[in-house]
């Protein structure tokens, strides 16, 4: 999905990194490296550049996101913001660092959006909402305003979040939830009205 954004950001993609020496380069004509040695490898030799990032890392593992992405701003790398032409971005919104907002997705007015979030293909974060840092919030899914989510936490697609909601760090919404009430910090929750399981 990233790839829709390069052009329009002015950006070349020159090397890719997994941690899974079975995946190959979905580019061609570039090159992909494995797991750290592979990325301390490739960074010895191309010192004579400045880099950007992007951890284009989903789901749940918001943290791992979080954590890669300090470690790559560690060793110099910049991280990007990349924000799709067609996505609504609100002129009184804060979005982190390393943010990704996908196409349609929506960010409304007065919203506060963490480090290294990902808001998905059409997505809607509406006013006043707070997303602490490596939060993701699947496609098509909706947060009514003054919603507050938590680190890390992961809300699935088509998931329905209603106003003033507060959910705690490291929780996953299930697909095509209903959040009608508060979700405690580590929750795995599903359904409509979505439960704890």
Same mark, same amino acid.
């Given at each position: 999905?990233?790839?829709? %954004?390069?052009?329009?950001?002015?950006?070349?993609?020159?090397?890719?990194?997994?941690?899974?020496?079975?995946?190959?380069?979905? !580019?061609? #004509?570039?090159?992909?490296?494995?797991?750290?040695? &592979? !990325?301390?490898?490739?960074?010895?030799?191309?010192?004579?550049? @400045? %880099?950007? !990032?992007?951890? @284009? +890392?989903? &789901?749940?593992?918001?943290?791992?996101?979080?954590?890669?992405?300090?470690?790559?701003?560690?060793? #110099?790398?910049?991280?990007?913001?990349?924000?799709?032409?067609?996505? %609504?971005?609100?002129?009184?919104?804060?979005?982190?660092?390393? /943010?990704?907002?996908?196409?349609?997705? +929506?960010? /409304? @007015?007065?919203?506060?959006?963490?480090?290294?979030?990902?808001? =998905?293909?059409?997505?809607?974060?509406?006013?006043? /909402?707070?997303?602490?840092?490596?939060?993701?919030?699947?496609?098509?899914?909706?947060?009514? #305003?003054?919603?507050?989510?938590?680190? %890390?936490? !992961?809300?699935?697609?088509?998931?329905?979040?209603?106003? =003033?909601?507060?959910?705690?760090?490291?929780?996953?919404?299930? @697909?095509?939830?209903?959040?009608?009430?508060?979700?405690?910090?580590?929750?795995?929750?599903? #359904?409509?009205?979505?439960?704890?399981?």
């Amino acid at each position: 999905m990233l790839q829709d %954004y390069l052009d329009p950001l002015n950006y070349d993609l020159v090397a890719i990194f997994d941690n899974d020496p079975n995946v190959l380069s979905p !580019f061609e #004509g570039v090159d992909i490296f494995y797991g750290r040695e &592979g !990325f301390t490898s490739w960074l010895a030799e191309s010192r004579d550049s @400045a %880099y950007c !990032f992007i951890v @284009a +890392i989903g &789901g749940s593992r918001g943290k791992d996101r979080v954590s890669i992405s300090r470690y790559l701003e560690e060793q #110099g790398l910049e991280p990007v913001s990349a924000i799709h032409p067609e996505a %609504y971005l609100s002129k009184s919104s804060r979005v982190g660092i390393g /943010c990704q907002l996908m196409t349609r997705s +929506i960010v /409304c @007015a007065r919203a506060q959006i963490g480090n290294y979030c990902l808001i =998905n293909t059409g997505a809607s974060v509406d006013h006043e /909402c707070k997303l602490g840092e490596g939060v993701h919030i699947g496609p098509g899914a909706l947060l009514a #305003g003054k919603v507050t989510i938590g680190d %890390y936490s !992961f809300i699935g697609t088509g998931a329905i979040v209603l106003p =003033n909601i507060k959910i705690g760090s490291s929780s996953i919404i299930g @697909a095509g939830s209903v959040v009608t009430k508060d979700i405690p910090e580590g929750s795995v929750c599903c #359904g409509n009205p979505a439960k704890l399981i």
